[in-house]
């Protein structure tokens, strides 16, 4: 068998890892043997780019160059078209090391964790198989919106990064399973998270969450919920004024509060997208609707007889005072406001 010496391979397995070499050389290769290949080992090395001869193994599916010294990613993996998982961790690899027609391949596993990404390269975007991410322990300080365009992926470890907010297009993942973002600076976490019906394990440990939207309860599948290291105290904003909803809104709020009827033939097709958009008051008592004027409002929550979280209800008005109990098995607990501080349940507009 013609391989390097130190290298190990059994049947379809190249493991040229933790050799020390900082080039390789695959001409040493036979091509049969590089045709059977489809798992190849390159990490713990001292690799400052790879060799322009990847792409003769053909068949690879599977390719660890982690732990090297990487800057940049060759052209020449884009020619490897059976990839599905390229390890790539602990390099000095930036969204600008990257080749243009990276979102062509097929992968389904990429991870890219210990590098220094300030952003999500836009190829990694294009990658419509693309079922698990991880971008741990990069630069990263946004998440952006075409992470919608993702629609394959079921995990995405973005922990250890510098991300302030989250995107509400994050939500529109429908297969989404395992999130995590962990040690970042995340303030705050959409309501439009009670999409993720698919969620079983959300880690927000480590950063700056004083409340959490009430809508995390509806997430039926969620199995782990991770919280540690958050402030989880409420501050509030005083002093401000209500800001009245606008005309659209009021005439919005009266037509779906009196269920009146409407068709496509009686009104322009973005109000009726308009309409579309209304949430309604979490009120029980309350059938009103709000669309982009709401009054934000504090409920403290119960859970499991020990932890007295506070989660976000969203009113429609600042007299709509009485919101429902986000959970009905503590209604003693939550929905006596006499039990909390008085001067933790002041209200925010949101205008």
């Known amino acids: 068998m013609e391989l390097f010496e130190g290298a190990s391979g059994v049947e379809d397995v190249l493991d040229l890892s933790h050799l020390n070499s900082n080039s390789l050389n695959f001409n040493s290769i036979g091509d049969k043997r590089r045709k059977?290949?489809?798992?190849?080992?390159?990490?713990?090395?001292?690799?400052?780019?790879?060799?322009d001869s990847i792409h003769w193994f053909t068949n690879l599916e599977f390719l660890d160059i982690s732990n090297n010294g990487l800057s940049v990613i060759c052209e020449d993996i884009t020619r490897l078209t059976k990839l599905k998982t390229l390890l790539a961790k602990n390099n000095r690899l930036d969204e600008f090391a990257m080749p243009k027609e990276f979102g062509t391949l097929q992968l389904q596993v990429l991870?890219?964790?210990?590098?220094?990404?300030?952003?999500i390269p836009a190829q990694f975007l294009e990658l419509q198989r693309l079922q698990s991410l991880s971008l741990g322990g990069n630069r990263l300080k946004s998440i952006p919106a075409e992470i919608e365009k993702l629609t394959s992926l079921e995990m995405l470890y973005l922990g250890g990064n510098l991300i302030s907010t989250i995107p509400v297009e994050l939500a529109s993942l429908?297969?989404?399973?395992?999130?995590?973002?962990?040690?970042n600076r995340i303030q705050s976490i959409p309501p439009q998270f009670t999409r993720l019906h698919s969620l079983r394990s959300l880690s927000l440990h480590n950063n700056l969450l004083t409340y959490l939207p009430r809508e995390i309860l509806s997430l039926v599948q969620l199995q782990e919920l991770s919280l540690r290291g958050n402030p989880l105290v409420v501050r509030f904003v005083k002093d401000m004024t209500y800001d009245p909803p606008s005309l659209l809104e009021l005439a919005g709020r009266t037509i779906k509060s009196r269920n009146l009827q409407y068709s496509e033939e009686d009104l322009p097709s973005h109000l009726i997208r308009y309409l579309d958009l209304a949430s309604k008051c979490p009120n029980p008592k309350c059938a009103g609707v709000y669309f982009d004027s709401c009054v934000r409002h504090i409920k403290f929550v119960d859970f499991c007889g020990k932890y007295r979280l506070p989660l976000m209800h969203y009113l429609c008005s600042p007299e709509c005072s009485s919101p429902c109990s986000s959970n009905p098995q503590?209604?003693?607990?939550?929905d006596d406001d006499q039990s909390v501080p008085a001067d933790r349940l002041q209200r925010v507009l949101l205008g």
Do not use: I, K, Q
């Open 36 to 51: 059977d290949t489809r798992h190849l080992h390159l990490s713990h090395n001292r690799l400052m780019v790879l060799p």
């Open 111 to 119: 991870n890219f964790s210990g590098n220094r990404f300030e952003e």
């Open 174 to 183: 429908p297969f989404l399973t395992y999130l995590v973002l962990c040690d």
């Open 330 to 334: 503590s209604d003693a607990d939550s």
